[in-house]
């Protein structure tokens, strides 16, 4: 055993490298191609304008601008290597288990640069790339607060009709801990998580005790109490009521200024919250979160306090979603209602349907497809004889169909359908959460032996 | 069949009359603070639109926990086929020649509407509902699509914002007084169909032969189904009857309330917390309780306007009281363990 | 044989649903390595019992001691930690998870790693190994990345064996092991379940209807009627006992052609 551990570790810093290297290389060779100014030739002033024309950053400390380009790239190697820790299989197995992810992730810090490209448009100015940049981030925040989604209702099987009680949290609390505390923003980040926190453990401590579907609609119940204080005039003064409020971030912060930046500090977000998800779910707790979801009468007889481990899946999910919700108020500086209302539920609910419930990959594909079919739908019209149609004027209806059909048609979503005729595991449909055969969804599966055979051998 | 539990007489009428102890003596506390903090003829109002409340939350929540009991099916689609009664009512209302009497357009839309919505939760269930019949959970999840794809669709056909009140027949548009307070006939009309329909679903719940067999589903499916009984189709049939009966309710709503698309979600909303508080699959708490949260969203509404001037605490009010019942009783105050 | 401990014990254990007194001052002792039958007609209270001794339900009076200490009212999963364990009558698996996880999830349960958020279990092979070996003793390993729900019937009863015995436990309660399998595999399947409480010493309380399997395996029998115990001894004390023949052997006869 010791042996392939040192195997893998050595093996898993390969996925960071070449993150690494596409991290700093794309924009570079971004800036080399089209010619914007180069980076300056000394020290501490080199990587600052680096950091600046990367992130394309403004109004931030040479200092600080190092440390977020090491933390981004630190980051993201610690989180590579630890997601790849102790999959037998050595080097290749990084390509072949994790390829598309790596794909996939490579493809989302390219982007900006890409669609700059394409619409001859700058990445760090307004334009068509900047606006683009927006939609992302859009879709980021929504594929986290679908991944939270997924770990409660999916993986753990508690089923919760209130998400958007911790969305609204997030972005509600951070606005106006900065705005009417003037806190600092680590500070309310903080402080909101920590709310999320709590909240979480009020809807476990509380609805726990009450089972199933009672528990679906207290969490309902609970998120609509906290849309109509948002949403009453009496908290005028704090929450500005129906219309909501809004509170000033700093600079660095600023999505209208920073785009970029906050493009690639949602991307984190998305990726920790991928991998903890992924982590979790291989690990000791993550098994006992899916026998939960099986049989939570035999989970209890076999030796689960599965109250702790809900609670635990609360807790997870909560922040998470409170962090989506963090970032979407950064994002808009400001909040209004309409973020604890039914929507917020109800889209994660959807995505996780559309792409996968119970599968990985996806809630996010989910976020992806739902949030850029929106968008590419919003200003296209429809033209049948003398009628024609604005389809984005239609779009929650549209998307309420998409809903019906795909729970009727797609129950296992996108990946889950790919992975059932992948790996031939038809029979398992009329259960009501079909997982796949193995908890992987990478593509690659079949060429490759599932990892648990090779212990078959060693032991 | 000595070895299941639960359903033993003894327990289930000590249960019942605790359980009706406890109603009683929340009415009366809500009564005492009426009278301490209104005069007579405010309480005599707020006790009647409590009452008109009830009943119409009532005509929603029937056919909800009805169906619930019967498979695990949570129809949160229900709000809508309210929404849709009032919307059919207008669209009755609107096609019958001029000069038709007032009373037979009313009449005429209450049929008319009561028919639609039994019609197209038929065709819910039957095309929708039932090929999802082993995937319990994502029923409920449809339910909660297409109450988006309704509400979705009214908003297209009638657009956003809601239509005014239909003009009710000229015997029920007028107030009464009561203790030296004006109240609306019409609202008194809503109240005795209401009235009207609790007994009779009760009476076919209890003195029919399909009444029996629901009754003994919703205690015990798979045991109805073992005597060769279909109860897919029992299911279907209370899945019609309960559309049809909000349907109705919303009908019934409209002269008062007019129609406007967000009306299903916020009746759903509501319902809910009557099925919840009276014990998901209780008729009987469901009954009881949707006059509970009538009778507790009028207090507190009439509280919060004289002392906020703003309607808020009513819709806070009913959540706080579904909170608090879960509390002391997980299962809701006539549910079963 | 006759100074065994006694591992399991009840006094006077009740439990009444209302007006039904289905189990009544259940006295009970279970000595250690036995395997102790519990028979009884349907409806006799046997399955309530169970519900009781494994923490499902808790009595209306009356206590339940293991080793000597009152476990009354403790959660099932508790029990578990105290090496009680449980099977149904009713085959209660995880039915997506593969026959593997359902067994390593066992093992898993009574060790420390159960919050070890970001470990993967491939790094745990202590469970691995664990799992393997029970499968391996049931007969399983041919189908252990098979998702338990496409077992057949008779691997399904297996598997829950494999669970059990993948949880290192001293006492088993076994609630109709053999229900719905075909009556050909009943001797071969109980010959397993004797072979493997023999090796690993283990205490067993058997609920079964098979009369044949009650009688040649059982150390000792006890009888339930009506919530109450009739009768205890030996299978031939049992065979011999009046009271029980005339009381209602014949009707459980019955019961168990149906």
Excluded at chain 3, 57 to 70: F, N, Y
Excluded at chain 3, 201 to 220: A, G, W
Aim: charged share 15%; aromatic share 10%; glycine share 10%.
């Amino acid at each position: 055993m010791p042996q392939q551990t040192n195997t893998t570790t050595r093996a898993s810093l390969w996925p960071g490298l070449l993150t690494m290297i596409l991290f700093v290389l794309v924009p570079y060779s971004y800036a080399a191609f089209t010619g914007t100014p180069q980076p300056e030739t000394s020290g501490l002033a080199r990587v600052h304008s680096a950091a600046e024309s990367i992130y394309c950053v403004k109004g931030i400390s040479p200092v600080t601008s190092i440390l977020l380009i090491e933390l981004a790239v630190l980051l993201i190697v610690v989180l590579w290597a630890w997601l790849k820790q102790g999959e037998p299989g050595g080097k290749t197995a990084v390509f072949h288990q994790h390829g598309w992810y790596l794909f996939t992730l490579a493809l989302l810090i390219a982007i900006p640069f890409i669609i700059a490209w394409q619409t001859n448009s700058s990445p760090c100015t307004r334009g068509k790339a900047f606006f683009w940049q927006s939609i992302y981030i859009d879709v980021f925040i929504l594929a986290i607060l679908a991944l939270s989604y997924n770990l409660m209702f999916g993986f753990t099987g508690v089923v919760s009709f209130g998400h958007a009680a911790f969305f609204g949290t997030g972005a509600y609390a951070v606005g106006l801990f900065m705005k009417h505390l003037e806190w600092p923003w680590w500070l309310a980040i903080l402080a909101s998580l920590l709310l999320g926190i709590l909240i979480a453990l009020i809807k476990g401590f509380v609805g726990l005790r009450i089972k199933g579907l009672y528990f679906a609609l207290f969490t309902l119940a609970f998120a609509e109490v906290f849309f109509l204080l948002a949403g009453n005039r009496i908290m005028v003064n704090i929450t500005g009521a129906e219309d909501g409020f809004t509170f000033t971030v700093p600079d660095w912060l600023n999505m209208t200024k920073n785009r970029l930046f906050f493009y690639y500090l949602t991307l984190t977000f998305l990726t920790l919250a991928f991998i903890t998800i992924y982590r979790l779910m291989h690990s000791p707790t993550g098994s006992v979160l899916s026998a939960l979801r099986d049989n939570e009468e035999r989970a209890q007889m076999i030796g689960y306090n599965t109250f702790h481990f809900k609670l635990l899946a609360i807790v997870l999910a909560g922040i998470m979603a409170t962090m989506a919700g963090i970032l979407r108020g950064l994002a808009l500086k400001g909040a209004s209602p309409n973020v604890l209302g039914l929507d917020f539920t109800m889209n994660p609910l959807l995505m996780s349907i559309v792409g996968g419930v119970a599968t990985f990959s996806g809630p996010v594909i989910g976020a992806f497809m739902l949030r850029l079919t929106e968008q590419l739908l919003r200003d296209s019209i429809i033209t049948i004889g003398t009628l024609s149609l604005n389809i984005g004027d239609h779009w929650t209806l549209i998307l309420g169909i998409i809903f019906i059909l795909s729970v009727m048609a797609f129950p296992h979503g996108i990946v889950g359908t790919w992975l059932s005729k992948n790996l031939h595991t038809r029979n398992g449909w009329i259960t009501l959460f079909q997982r796949p055969k193995t908890n992987k969804d990478t593509f690659v599966q079949s060429s490759h032996p599932p990892s648990s055979t090779k212990h078959k051998e060693t032991s | 069949m000595t070895t299941t539990f639960d359903s033993s007489p003894a327990l289930r009428t000590g249960a019942l009359r605790q359980s009706l102890l406890i109603s009683a003596l929340f009415v009366v506390g809500l009564l005492v603070i009426n009278l301490l903090f209104f005069p007579v003829g405010t309480v005599a109002v707020v006790l009647l639109s409590g009452l008109y409340q009830g009943m119409l939350f009532f005509l929603v929540a029937a056919g909800m926990s009805i169906v619930f009991g019967l498979l695990d099916v949570l129809n949160l689609a229900q709000g809508s086929f309210f929404m849709l009664g009032a919307y059919a009512g207008f669209a009755i209302y609107g096609a019958l020649p001029e000069g038709t009497p007032t009373t037979v357009r009313f009449v005429a839309a209450l049929v008319g509407a009561t028919l639609a919505g039994g019609l197209l939760g038929g065709v819910v269930e039957i095309a929708l509902l039932r090929p999802l019949y082993v995937r319990p959970i994502f029923q409920i999840v449809l339910t909660l699509g297409l109450a988006t794809a309704i509400e979705e669709i009214v908003r297209e056909i009638y657009g956003p914002a809601g239509l005014i009140p239909i003009e009710p027949p000229a015997a029920l548009d007028t107030t009464f007084g009561v203790f030296g307070a004006q109240f609306e006939t019409y609202r008194l009309f809503i109240i005795v169909v209401g009235f009207l329909l609790m007994v009779s679903v009760s009476l076919l719940l209890q003195r029919t032969r399909l009444g029996i067999i629901i009754r003994a589903g919703v205690q015990d499916s798979e045991m109805v189904e073992a005597l060769g009984i279909n109860v897919r189709r029992v299911f279907t049939l209370v899945f019609v009857l309960g559309t049809a009966v909000a349907a109705l309710g919303g009908m019934t709503a409209a002269p008062f309330l007019g129609a406007y698309p967000t009306m299903g979600t916020q009746f759903l909303l509501t319902a809910i917390i009557v099925i919840v508080i009276g014990g998901m699959s209780s008729y009987e708490g469901t009954a009881i309780a949707s006059i509970l949260v009538g009778l507790t969203r009028a207090t507190a509404e009439q509280l919060s306007l004289q002392y906020f001037n703003t309607p808020i605490l009513a819709s806070v009010s009913a959540l706080v009281f579904m909170v608090i019942v879960l509390l002391v009783r997980p299962t809701g105050l006539f549910g079963r363990e | 044989m006759e100074e065994k401990r006694v591992v399991l014990e009840t006094r006077g254990l009740s439990r009444y649903f209302g007006g039904l007194k289905a189990v009544d001052g259940i006295d009970l002792r279970i000595h250690e390595g036995d395997l102790h039958s519990i028979i009884g007609p349907n409806g006799a209270g046997k399955t309530t019992l169970f519900n009781l001794l494994c923490g499902v339900l808790s009595p209306t009076r009356g206590q339940i001691l293991l080793h000597g200490q009152d476990i009354t009212g403790l959660p099932p999963y508790r029990l578990a930690h105290l090496g009680v364990g449980r099977s149904f009558q009713i085959t209660n698996i995880f039915p997506t998870l593969s026959v593997f996880e359902n067994v390593r999830l066992a093992a898993q349960a009574l060790g420390r790693d159960n919050f070890r958020l970001f470990t993967p279990v491939t790094r745990l092979p202590h469970y691995v190994e664990k799992a393997y070996a029970a499968l391996a003793e049931t007969e399983l390993l041919e189908l252990a990345h098979v998702p338990a729900q496409q077992l057949s019937h008779g691997d399904k009863r297996r598997l829950e064996l494999a669970i059990l015995l993948a949880q290192d436990l001293d006492i088993w309660l076994l609630d109709e092991p053999t229900a719905g399998l075909a009556s050909e595999l009943v001797p071969g399947f109980m010959a397993l379940v004797d072979r493997m409480r023999k090796a690993g010493n283990k205490t067993v309380v058997l609920v079964e209807h098979n009369m044949n399997i009650v009688m040649s395996l059982s150390d000792r029998i006890s009888v339930m009627h009506q919530g109450k115990l009739l009768a205890e001894g030996s299978p031939q004390e049992i065979a011999r006992d009046e009271a029980v023949q005339a009381a209602y052997l014949g009707t459980m006869y019955m019961d168990a052609e149906q």
